[in-house]
């Protein structure tokens, strides 16, 4: 009988390990970046569209692969972002930055603006 009940306890044993999938998730292959823009007093900048590129040549050339506007906090969210550097600009302010995004990670700049444009 405890021989029988071995038997029986380690086929579920295999039966759970075989039915259930496996806990682990899979690779994470893209990033998320927040930019938020505030001024040179230290408030936030609300409504200003900002530019992401690929390299600091794409930002001049006006080639951006997303833009949005800040939100109420002065914040701005691209998410899925393939793992690189990423340059980042306003559209009424003349400063401009730089990040490396990493794969499986959120990533928060701020960009200080103090130069308005001309």
Same mark, same amino acid.
């Given at each position: *009988?405890?021989?029988?009940?071995?038997? @029986?306890? #380690?086929?579920?044993? @295999?039966? =759970?390990? &075989?039915?259930?999938?496996?806990?682990?998730?899979?690779?994470?292959?893209?990033?998320?970046?927040?930019?938020?823009? *505030? !001024?040179? /007093?230290?408030?936030?900048?609300?409504?200003?569209? &900002?530019?992401?590129?690929? =390299? %600091? $040549?794409?930002? $001049? =050339?006006?080639?951006?692969? #997303? /833009?949005?506007?800040? !939100?109420? /906090?002065?914040?701005?969210? @691209?998410?899925?972002?393939?793992?690189?550097? %990423?340059?980042? !600009?306003?559209?009424?302010?003349?400063?401009?930055?730089?990040? $490396?995004? %990493?794969?499986? @990670?959120?990533? *928060?700049?701020?960009?200080?603006?103090?130069?308005? $444009?001309?």
């Amino acid at each position: *009988m405890k021989k029988w009940i071995v038997l @029986f306890s #380690g086929f579920l044993l @295999f039966a =759970s390990i &075989v039915l259930f999938p496996s806990c682990s998730t899979k690779e994470a292959t893209t990033g998320l970046l927040i930019i938020k823009v *505030m !001024d040179s /007093n230290g408030e936030v900048v609300v409504g200003e569209q &900002v530019y992401l590129a690929t =390299s %600091y $040549q794409n930002l $001049q =050339s006006g080639t951006y692969i #997303g /833009n949005k506007w800040t !939100d109420q /906090n002065g914040n701005v969210l @691209f998410t899925d972002l393939v793992p690189g550097v %990423y340059w980042y !600009d306003t559209e009424h302010w003349e400063d401009y930055g730089a990040v $490396q995004v %990493y794969a499986g @990670f959120d990533h *928060m700049v701020i960009l200080w603006v103090n130069t308005p $444009q001309p």
